[in-house]
C-alpha cells in the first residue's frame, strides 16, 4: 500500500494550458512538498505546505487536510515546465512518504 | 541554490567491492540524508544524520553504512556492492527535520554495479 499516491503518472500538454497534478496521502501530516526533477536528474523543492494555498510565479500548490488531498497547479504551461513532479508527506510519526511521480510533458 | 555536492557523479564498480559516496555541504546545516532513486519507486530513505556522530536508519539501510565526521561531509558507504544496489543516489540537506524544513538536493550520483 503507497501512502502517497499522485495523478496522472504521466501526463501531455500543449504550450500555454492549464496543467493539474493530484496526490492523495493516507497518514496524518505535518506537512506536504511537492518537488521538481529536471529531465537532468536535479531535485528542487518547489513548495511545502500545511494548509490552504501557496503561489510562486505560474505555480500554485494547495491543500485539503480534510480530504488528504494536494494540487499542483501549472498556470500558462511551457516546454521548460516539462519535468517529473513529486509529492512527499511527512507524517506526525516522523516517517516521511514520497510518491512515484508525474511526468509532464508540455509540447511547443 | 544550496551548496551541495555529490562525488564521484558516475561509476561503475564491480559486484563485492566497496564503494563510498560523498556528500559535501556549504550551507552548515545539521540534517543530512542519503535516499535511492530506482523506476517504479518513489525517493527511499538509506540514513541520515541529525549532527556530527549522529546518525540513524531509514528505510532500506540494509547493505549501506554512513559516517559523519564533519557538519559539512556525509559519507554513503556500500561494503560489498551487489547489483541490487544499482541506482541514482541523491543527498539532501535541511536545516531542521524534514518535515519542517525544505529539503535541498545534490545532483545525484549514478552508481552502476556490474
Known amino acids: 500500500k503507497n501512502e502517497v499516491e499522485q495523478s496522472p503518472q504521466n501526463l501531455t500538454a500543449q504550450e500555454g494550458e492549464f496543467i493539474t497534478i493530484n496526490c492523495s496521502y493516507s497518514?496524518?501530516?505535518?506537512?506536504l512538498h511537492w518537488l521538481q526533477q529536471h529531465p537532468g536528474g536535479g531535485i528542487v523543492s518547489l513548495f511545502m505546505l500545511s494548509s490552504g494555498k501557496k503561489k510562486h510565479g505560474r505555480l500554485i500548490a494547495t491543500i485539503n487536510i480534510q480530504e488528504k488531498h494536494s494540487s499542483l497547479h501549472i498556470t500558462a504551461s511551457h516546454p521548460r515546465d516539462s519535468a517529473v513532479y513529486i509529492c512527499?508527506?511527512?507524517?506526525?510519526?516522523?516517517?516521511?512518504?514520497f510518491g512515484t511521480g508525474t511526468s509532464l510533458t508540455v509540447i511547443p | 541554490d544550496a551548496g551541495i555536492t555529490q562525488s564521484p557523479r558516475h561509476k561503475v564498480t564491480e559486484t563485492g567491492t566497496p564503494v563510498t559516496l560523498r556528500c559535501h555541504q556549504t550551507?552548515?546545516?545539521?540534517?543530512m540524508y542519503w535516499y535511492r532513486q530506482d523506476p517504479g519507486h518513489g525517493l527511499r530513505l538509506i540514513h541520515y544524520s541529525y549532527g556530527v556522530k549522529d546518525t540513524d536508519k531509514g528505510e532500506v539501510s540494509d547493505g549501506y553504512s554512513v559516517s559523519r565526521s564533519k557538519t559539512e561531509d556525509f559519507l554513503l558507504t556500500l561494503e560489498s556492492a551487489t547489483s541490487s544496489q544499482t541506482s541514482v543516489y541523491f543527498c539532501a540537506i535541511s536545516e531542521g527535520q524534514r518535515g519542517y524544513y525544505e529539503q535541498y538536493f545534490g545532483p545525484g550520483t549514478r552508481l552502476t554495479v556490474t
Open positions: 550551507e552548515n546545516h545539521r540534517y
Open positions: 497518514v496524518g501530516i505535518s506537512a
Open positions: 512527499a508527506v511527512d507524517n506526525t510519526g516522523n516517517q516521511f512518504y
